[in-house]
């Protein structure tokens, strides 16, 4: 640890910034992460973790949020969900390119005022599309930690009111709430608006939420980072694409990310020496990171289940099957 992480560490205390705070842990993790003292950098992002694990023990830490969370009038549920997560740049395996683009948005955050005095900002209207499970929401809570705001979550379909003009107060009520303080925040399901297009029955409806949020996110100048999250690209029209400061697009992970996958999601468990990830790798195509984090915790579990120490070829073999019985059902629907 440098001198300026021990002050900024200081200041993070005395002037209770948990942005702060969290900021300079999680560089100090990545650092000892980098000399290789990796005992180190597992202990300190535990003691992180645990302490961030409880929720309304942070939320009654937050000093700056103050306002209660927007709800629908007429359904009366909440509009977003704070969470507080602690992910870190190891737990996201993505390829190389994605990866250093969104390094790229802490990078312009911290550095915001060197940009400033050429009159440029921080980019942070971003727009995240691929398939399911590879990664969007997983980066979203990455770059929360990275940047120490926390994660904002709205669901788009939840803004969605059966009320005329009740769709309208709800995306005014979500971007009120986001100007209250910086965070990170992900509106998920962003696609819902291309779907409901083609329905005669939503059309009105559908357009007004378009053309609303799209207004207020053109319109919304403060620090938040704010990121779209889509499954359908295809469905969102040209209009939508350029108002964004960036696009990233995740894919199907490769080979090489598929045999990282792997090794990430069972290292927590022994597993036999025979066992080569790269076969198992070569036998999961066109899986998902969710799909491989899901046989690794079915091979886990039937280990553990059984009463073994040790991880079998077998356990991971039977697991890739069943995973492959729920891709094709999943591809059915
Ligand atoms: N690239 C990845 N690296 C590491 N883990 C991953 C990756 N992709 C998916 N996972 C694992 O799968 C889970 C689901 O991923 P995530 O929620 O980020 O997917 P998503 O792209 O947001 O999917 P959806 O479009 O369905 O919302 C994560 O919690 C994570 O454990
Ligand atoms: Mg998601």
Request: glycine share 4%; aromatic share 8%; proline share 4%.
């Amino acid at each position: 640890m440098n001198s300026d992480d021990i002050e900024r560490l200081f200041q993070a205390f005395a002037t209770k910034d948990e942005r702060l705070f969290q900021q300079v842990a999680q560089e100090i993790i990545e650092h000892e992460e980098q000399l290789n003292h990796h005992l180190v950098a597992i202990k300190l992002r535990k003691i992180i973790k645990d302490q961030f694990k409880d929720q309304s023990k942070y939320q009654s830490t937050l000093s700056f949020r103050t306002q209660p969370i927007p709800r629908d009038n007429e359904k009366g549920f909440p509009l977003l969900e704070i969470k507080k997560p602690f992910s870190d740049w190891s737990d996201l395996i993505i390829s190389q390119e994605v990866e250093e683009r969104l390094r790229e948005i802490p990078l312009e955050i911290k550095n915001k005022d060197i940009l400033s005095n050429y009159g440029l900002k921080p980019k942070n209207k971003l727009l995240f599309y691929g398939p399911p499970g590879t990664g969007k929401t997983l980066s979203a809570k990455v770059l929360s930690s990275a940047i120490g705001y926390p994660l904002l979550v709205v669901k788009f379909e939840s803004l969605i009111s059966s009320f005329l003009g009740e769709t309208a107060a709800n995306i005014r009520k979500v971007f009120d709430y986001i100007e209250s303080g910086r965070w990170v925040v992900l509106f998920d399901e962003f696609d819902i608006i291309g779907k409901k297009r083609d329905d005669p029955t939503e059309h009105g409806e559908i357009k007004r939420v378009v053309n609303n949020f799209m207004l207020m996110l053109e319109d919304y100048q403060g620090e938040s980072v704010l990121i779209a999250a889509t499954n359908h690209p295809q469905l969102l029209d040209s209009g939508v694409w350029r108002r964004f400061d960036d696009i990233i697009q995740f894919e199907l992970p490769n080979t090489e990310s598929r045999i990282r996958l792997y090794e990430k999601k069972m290292s927590v468990i022994p597993r036999d020496t025979t066992i080569d990830f790269a076969s198992f790798a070569n036998q999961s195509n066109n899986f998902s990171g969710s799909d491989i984090e899901q046989v690794a915790n079915r091979a886990m579990k039937n280990t553990l289940l059984d009463k073994r120490k040790r991880v079998t070829k077998d356990d991971i073999e039977r697991a890739i099957i069943r995973q492959k019985e729920m891709i094709s059902i999943r591809e059915k629907v």
